[in-house]
Each structure stands twice: as structure tokens, then as C-alpha cells.
């Protein structure tokens, strides 16, 4: 395993597209801080009068502030990495170069498992660092105090948006496996997330005033959005409780990642690579 | 075609195979057999030629033995273990198909992510970039490799693990006529010594050069298991003469009628092409028009079109 991680880690330390990932993170999180700051400056007036408080731009609010960031867009962008790493495997076929070397299939692919979700580590460290950053630019500027979150809260959001960009990105792997070619898994893994999920949820929802809810609480990305607001303060003005827990919705993304890392597997270890 | 000398310093152990399989089948859903009940063997050592035309069976074969498709019935033993197994594939070197990797890393880079996979000391990797005369670009990446760079990176890869067993499935496709050169010198190279090779081409002319031993399949079925030697038969000698019924009495009683023949005007003698000199002067003195007189040898070619039943030139 140790092994196959190393060569896992050597690959994907030069893949442009985990380069590219990376700058996507840092810049989407230093654009939402930068608009945010614009509209908390410049509010506007009447209907069209912006909502955005300076005080959620500041650091003691950055973990509350990037889960935003986090999610969908990071998910969504997990879910194309993903699907990359598992599906150009075939279609470059160093999947059959891979396999020929001696580890064994479940092996390799649980190498390259840990190897994708230590990457996945990396780009919520990015999405942190320039997150604390960028509140310490805005507050510096404002002249206001540059005081931390707690370490306990900091901890948590960096278990949130590893968990929800593991579980996104396992879509991306499994579906990557499935289908065997990139372009087509990730096309079907952002069609999923961003539109057929939502749908979904609305219509099950809809039905017999709501009494099949808990259905659609037991999908991925309602979990990942309960999680994410859960992170959640004063300054960000009154919220509607989510309705799913933080807890259950850790439990529900554990198991779907769980979930997709078997099915995948067990798709490796039993087809032909042709 | 120059016929392929015995290795020098090679010892083929008879009795030892590496390659071993029983009525190995893949059948495709219901329908398309791919691989039909195919005994093969493989002798440790030698130059093991896989001949057959495009789609009879060669790759779909040779991916069972490194353990890519599971066979539908029939075992194999390769290398002393089941096919696919970590144990086995230690042993083993492949380059099936055409060379996968990563077209955004260098050619230096991919093979030390194979040599991280095989566990292979990182030293090995500049080892065989210079066996295949890739060192001087090995920093290039791999999507701006030619063809035929493509394929030595293959072949570097295939051997990184120093294996017992090479496989290599049509190591010369889409390579020029140079590239084909430089290739088959190469896999000769490789094949000296006690390393064995098992070589998978439809080009008739690279078996013949490179191999000790060829079989050959066709439809999916293997038609036949053999050395080159004893697949072209015995030496001979071609002979047109006029007036021809005179000539062909005359040789019948020179060498007895199994050894002659006559095939399409011409007389085929199987006898020590030596004694061409000797032959023609018996024709002459006996006032027999010689026009045609040279040493006779069937070519692989005739032979696997005789086998596979496929039409010459079609």
C-alpha cells in the first residue's frame, strides 16, 4: 500500500489539474471575499440594498465565511478531480500499466484513494490559509482587531470541508471507474450535484406535505449543505435551523464516501481491463 | 530473411516452462469467442513468437496472462504462479497493446511512478532509459514523445522489474521502417541471455528474425506450436528446366521421388542446396536446358498462410 500511495503522491503532485484546482480554491475564496467586502462597503439603497455584514468578513468569522466557499463550489470542484484521476486512468490506459506492476487491484486502489483524499486535505488547507488571509487584509484595513477563531472551531471547519470534498470527490472516483472516461463522469457527476439532487429533494419534499422528507434528508449534498450551516453566527443575522443535524449529517457523508470507495473497489477487483 | 542463429549463451532448459496454459478461453457475453481452448507453452529462455492476424486472439491472450481479463474457462501458470497474482507479476514485464502513461510527466517521471509501484529502486529507472537510448530525452513529457519513443518508454517500463518474463504485444506498431529496425535489435538484445520473451506480432518477417520458437493463432484458436526451423521444414532446391519431364525423371532418380516435387512449373528438390553445382551439371550433360537453379526455403510467411488459411496479398 505504501508503495502504491508513493507512486499515487509522485503522479498527482504535477497533474495541472490539482495546480489548477488549487487556484480555483484560492481565487474563488479571495473573490467572494472581495465582492462581500465591496457589497459591506457599498450596501446600496431600497430593494436592491446588499445584506452582507462587514463583521462576517473579519477573522474571528473566516471558518463561518469559507464554508461558503467550500460548498457547492469546491465540491463541485472534487468532483471534476475525481473524476479525472479515475477516468483518464482508462482512457490513457496506464490503468493496465498500473495493474501489471505487481500490487494488487484493491491495493492500487485504495492507494490511490488515500492519495486523492491527502490532495483533498491540501486544497482545504489552500481554501483556509487564503480564507484567514483575506479577513486579515479586510480587517487590517478597516482597522478593526485581528483576533482567531478558536482552534476547536478552526479544527472542526477543516474536518467539514475535508469530509464534504472527500465525499464529492468519491462521486467523481466512482463514477470515473464506472463509466471509464473522464469527460462523460464528470459531466454526470456536476449534472447530479448541481441540478438532478435539487430537483429531486423538491419534488420528494413536495409530496404528501413533506411526509417523505427524511428521504430526501438522506441525500449526499443535503447532508454537506446541513454541515456547512451549521456553521453559523450572530453576525451573519438570523438563519432557518437546518433540518439535519451536524452529527447525522457527518455520519450520512461517512457513509456515502464509505459507500462509493467500495462500489468502486468492488468494480476494479471484478472487470476485465480491456 | 537471414534465418535467426541459435542464442550463443543461452542454456533453454527443455523440460522448464514459464508460460503455461490449458484450454485457456475468453468468451465475450454470449457471443464473440475471443480465445479458444489455447495450449500454449513457453520454454524459460528462449524468444517465444506470438503470430496471428489482427483480431485472432493475441492480445486478448496475452492480457490473461498478466491477470487484465480473467479467463472464461482454462487456467495458466506464468512464471510459477496464477496470472495477476502480486507474486507473479514481480517476475513479469508488460507492455501490452500500446505504452500507458501519463501524458503530463516526463518519460523520466512515469517510469519512477512504475518503479514506486513495483517497488524497484529509483536507480533502476536511469538503468533502462539507457538500454532503450531514451536518457538524452527522458526529461521531455510523455504527450510530445514520437511513436517510436513511445514505444522504447514502454519497453524501458516493461523491463524496470528486471524480469524473468517480457512481454511485449506489437512493440513495432505504428513504427517506421527505422523505428521497426532499432526495435527489433533491441528486443534481440534483450532476449540474450536466460530472460525470456514472449513477443506478439502479425508481422511475419519480426518472428522469423527475433524468434526461437512461434505459434501461431488464428481465429482464436492456436493452430500450431513450434521452432521457426521446424516450421519452414527442410532446405531445398528450386529447379525450372526444359524440357521439365525430362528433368524431373532425371532428379527422381538422382534423389528418389520423395524428394521431389513439382509445383507450379518448377521442380523442388529437398536436398543440400551444395550440391546445386552438381545438379546442374547432370541437367547439362544429359542436354537438359537449366534456367533456373537457386537454394529453396519456405518463408514463415507461406507457412502461416498455409495455417491460418488467410489468402496471400488479399
Given at each position: 500500500m505504501i508503495a502504491t500511495i508513493k507512486a499515487e503522491w509522485r503522479k498527482n503532485r504535477f497533474r495541472p489539474a490539482f495546480l489548477v484546482s488549487s487556484g480555483l480554491i484560492a481565487g474563488i475564496t479571495v473573490l467572494i471575499y472581495g465582492l462581500s467586502w465591496y457589497q459591506a462597503l457599498h450596501p446600496g439603497t431600497g430593494e436592491r440594498r446588499g445584506v452582507v455584514s462587514i463583521l462576517t468578513l473579519y477573522p474571528d468569522q473566516f471558518v463561518n465565511n469559507v464554508m461558503g466557499a467550500g460548498f457547492p463550489l469546491g465540491a463541485a470542484i472534487a468532483i471534476v478531480l475525481g473524476a479525472l484521476i479515475a477516468g483518464s486512468e482508462y482512457s490513457w490506459g496506464t490503468m493496465k500499466t498500473t495493474l501489471t506492476q505487481g500490487p494488487g487491484r484493491l491495493t492500487t486502489w485504495f492507494g490511490r484513494v488515500v492519495a486523492f483524499e491527502a490532495w483533498m486535505a491540501i486544497l482545504t488547507v489552500i481554501l483556509f490559509l487564503v480564507g484567514a488571509g483575506s479577513s486579515v487584509v479586510v480587517a487590517a484595513f478597516q482597522g478593526h482587531a485581528i483576533v482567531s477563531p478558536a482552534m476547536i472551531d478552526i479544527a472542526k471547519g477543516l474536518g467539514t470541508i475535508w469530509l464534504v470534498f472527500a465525499v464529492n470527490g468519491a462521486i467523481g472516483l466512482a463514477l470515473g471507474t464506472l463509466i471509464r472516461s473522464s469527460a462523460a463522469a464528470l459531466g454526470v457527476g456536476l449534472i447530479y450535484v448541481l441540478a438532478v439532487e435539487v430537483l429531486l429533494v423538491r419534488f420528494i419534499d413536495s409530496l404528501n406535505n413533506g411526509a417523505y422528507q427524511w428521504i430526501g434528508n438522506l441525500f449526499v449534498n443535503q447532508n454537506a449543505t446541513a454541515l456547512t450551516q451549521s456553521f453559523h453566527s450572530a453576525a451573519f443575522g438570523p438563519s432557518v435551523a437546518p433540518s439535519i443535524g451536524a452529527e447525522q449529517a457527518v455520519v450520512v457523508l461517512f457513509a456515502y464516501f464509505a459507500g462509493l470507495v467500495i462500489i468502486a473497489a468492488a468494480l476494479i477487483r471484478q472487470r476485465d481491463v480491456t | 530473411m537471414t534465418p535467426r542463429p541459435p542464442k550463443p549463451n543461452v542454456t533453454v532448459m527443455e523440460n522448464t516452462t514459464i508460460v503455461e496454459t490449458h484450454s485457456l478461453t475468453k468468451r465475450y457475453g454470449s457471443g464473440v469467442l475471443a480465445v479458444n481452448s489455447v495450449d500454449m507453452s513457453v520454454r524459460r529462455g528462449e524468444v517465444y513468437g506470438f503470430l496471428g492476424p489482427n483480431g485472432a486472439g493475441k492480445t486478448t491472450t496475452l492480457r490473461m496472462l498478466v491477470g487484465l481479463i480473467r479467463p472464461t474457462t482454462g487456467t495458466a501458470t506464468v512464471a510459477g504462479h496464477t496470472p495477476g497474482s502480486p507474486a507473479g507479476l514481480a517476475k513479469i514485464g508488460a507492455?501490452?497493446?500500446?505504452?500507458?502513461?501519463?501524458?503530463?510527466?516526463?518519460?523520466?517521471?512515469?517510469?519512477?511512478?512504475?518503479?514506486?509501484?513495483?517497488?524497484?529502486?529509483?536507480?533502476?529507472?536511469?538503468?533502462?532509459?539507457?538500454?532503450?537510448?531514451?536518457?538524452?530525452?527522458?526529461?521531455?513529457?510523455?504527450?510530445?514523445?514520437?511513436?517510436?519513443?513511445?514505444?522504447?518508454?514502454?519497453?524501458?517500463?516493461?523491463?524496470?522489474?528486471?524480469?524473468?518474463?517480457?512481454?511485449?504485444?506489437?512493440?513495432?506498431?505504428?513504427?517506421?521502417?527505422?523505428?521497426?529496425?532499432?526495435?527489433?535489435?533491441?528486443?534481440?538484445?534483450?532476449?540474450?541471455?536466460?530472460?525470456?520473451?514472449?513477443?506478439?506480432?502479425?508481422?511475419?518477417?519480426?518472428?522469423?528474425?527475433?524468434?526461437?520458437?512461434?505459434?501461431?493463432?488464428?481465429?482464436?484458436?492456436?493452430?500450431?506450436?513450434?521452432?521457426?526451423?521446424?516450421?519452414?521444414?527442410?532446405e531445398g532446391v528450386m529447379v525450372r528446366a526444359q524440357p521439365a519431364d525430362a528433368a524431373q525423371e532425371m532428379l527422381t532418380r538422382m534423389f528418389g521421388p520423395e524428394a521431389v516435387s513439382r509445383q507450379d512449373g518448377a521442380i523442388h528438390l529437398k536436398t543440400d542446396p551444395g550440391k546445386s553445382m552438381e545438379i546442374n551439371r547432370q541437367l547439362t550433360a544429359a542436354g537438359i536446358g537449366v534456367s533456373e537453379l537457386r537454394p529453396f526455403e519456405r518463408s514463415l510467411e507461406d507457412v502461416f498462410f498455409q495455417l491460418t488459411g488467410e489468402k496471400q496479398g488479399s
Amino acid at each position: 500500500m505504501i508503495a502504491t500511495i508513493k507512486a499515487e503522491w509522485r503522479k498527482n503532485r504535477f497533474r495541472p489539474a490539482f495546480l489548477v484546482s488549487s487556484g480555483l480554491i484560492a481565487g474563488i475564496t479571495v473573490l467572494i471575499y472581495g465582492l462581500s467586502w465591496y457589497q459591506a462597503l457599498h450596501p446600496g439603497t431600497g430593494e436592491r440594498r446588499g445584506v452582507v455584514s462587514i463583521l462576517t468578513l473579519y477573522p474571528d468569522q473566516f471558518v463561518n465565511n469559507v464554508m461558503g466557499a467550500g460548498f457547492p463550489l469546491g465540491a463541485a470542484i472534487a468532483i471534476v478531480l475525481g473524476a479525472l484521476i479515475a477516468g483518464s486512468e482508462y482512457s490513457w490506459g496506464t490503468m493496465k500499466t498500473t495493474l501489471t506492476q505487481g500490487p494488487g487491484r484493491l491495493t492500487t486502489w485504495f492507494g490511490r484513494v488515500v492519495a486523492f483524499e491527502a490532495w483533498m486535505a491540501i486544497l482545504t488547507v489552500i481554501l483556509f490559509l487564503v480564507g484567514a488571509g483575506s479577513s486579515v487584509v479586510v480587517a487590517a484595513f478597516q482597522g478593526h482587531a485581528i483576533v482567531s477563531p478558536a482552534m476547536i472551531d478552526i479544527a472542526k471547519g477543516l474536518g467539514t470541508i475535508w469530509l464534504v470534498f472527500a465525499v464529492n470527490g468519491a462521486i467523481g472516483l466512482a463514477l470515473g471507474t464506472l463509466i471509464r472516461s473522464s469527460a462523460a463522469a464528470l459531466g454526470v457527476g456536476l449534472i447530479y450535484v448541481l441540478a438532478v439532487e435539487v430537483l429531486l429533494v423538491r419534488f420528494i419534499d413536495s409530496l404528501n406535505n413533506g411526509a417523505y422528507q427524511w428521504i430526501g434528508n438522506l441525500f449526499v449534498n443535503q447532508n454537506a449543505t446541513a454541515l456547512t450551516q451549521s456553521f453559523h453566527s450572530a453576525a451573519f443575522g438570523p438563519s432557518v435551523a437546518p433540518s439535519i443535524g451536524a452529527e447525522q449529517a457527518v455520519v450520512v457523508l461517512f457513509a456515502y464516501f464509505a459507500g462509493l470507495v467500495i462500489i468502486a473497489a468492488a468494480l476494479i477487483r471484478q472487470r476485465d481491463v480491456t | 530473411m537471414t534465418p535467426r542463429p541459435p542464442k550463443p549463451n543461452v542454456t533453454v532448459m527443455e523440460n522448464t516452462t514459464i508460460v503455461e496454459t490449458h484450454s485457456l478461453t475468453k468468451r465475450y457475453g454470449s457471443g464473440v469467442l475471443a480465445v479458444n481452448s489455447v495450449d500454449m507453452s513457453v520454454r524459460r529462455g528462449e524468444v517465444y513468437g506470438f503470430l496471428g492476424p489482427n483480431g485472432a486472439g493475441k492480445t486478448t491472450t496475452l492480457r490473461m496472462l498478466v491477470g487484465l481479463i480473467r479467463p472464461t474457462t482454462g487456467t495458466a501458470t506464468v512464471a510459477g504462479h496464477t496470472p495477476g497474482s502480486p507474486a507473479g507479476l514481480a517476475k513479469i514485464g508488460a507492455l501490452i497493446e500500446s505504452p500507458g502513461f501519463y501524458p503530463y510527466l516526463s518519460g523520466r517521471e512515469n517510469l519512477r511512478v512504475v518503479a514506486d509501484m513495483a517497488s524497484v529502486a529509483q536507480k533502476r529507472v536511469d538503468e533502462v532509459l539507457d538500454m532503450v537510448e531514451l536518457t538524452s530525452r527522458a526529461g521531455r513529457k510523455f504527450g510530445t514523445y514520437s511513436t517510436g519513443m513511445k514505444q522504447r518508454l514502454g519497453v524501458a517500463g516493461a523491463l524496470l522489474k528486471d524480469p524473468d518474463l517480457l512481454i511485449l504485444d506489437e512493440p513495432t506498431n505504428g513504427l517506421d521502417p527505422q523505428g521497426m529496425a532499432e526495435m527489433r535489435k533491441l528486443i534481440k538484445d534483450i532476449g540474450q541471455g536466460d530472460r525470456t520473451v514472449l513477443l506478439s506480432s502479425h508481422l511475419l518477417g519480426e518472428v522469423e528474425a527475433i524468434c526461437d520458437r512461434v505459434g501461431v493463432i488464428s481465429n482464436g484458436r492456436l493452430v500450431t506450436q513450434s521452432t521457426v526451423q521446424d516450421l519452414l521444414g527442410e532446405e531445398g532446391v528450386m529447379v525450372r528446366a526444359q524440357p521439365a519431364d525430362a528433368a524431373q525423371e532425371m532428379l527422381t532418380r538422382m534423389f528418389g521421388p520423395e524428394a521431389v516435387s513439382r509445383q507450379d512449373g518448377a521442380i523442388h528438390l529437398k536436398t543440400d542446396p551444395g550440391k546445386s553445382m552438381e545438379i546442374n551439371r547432370q541437367l547439362t550433360a544429359a542436354g537438359i536446358g537449366v534456367s533456373e537453379l537457386r537454394p529453396f526455403e519456405r518463408s514463415l510467411e507461406d507457412v502461416f498462410f498455409q495455417l491460418t488459411g488467410e489468402k496471400q496479398g488479399s
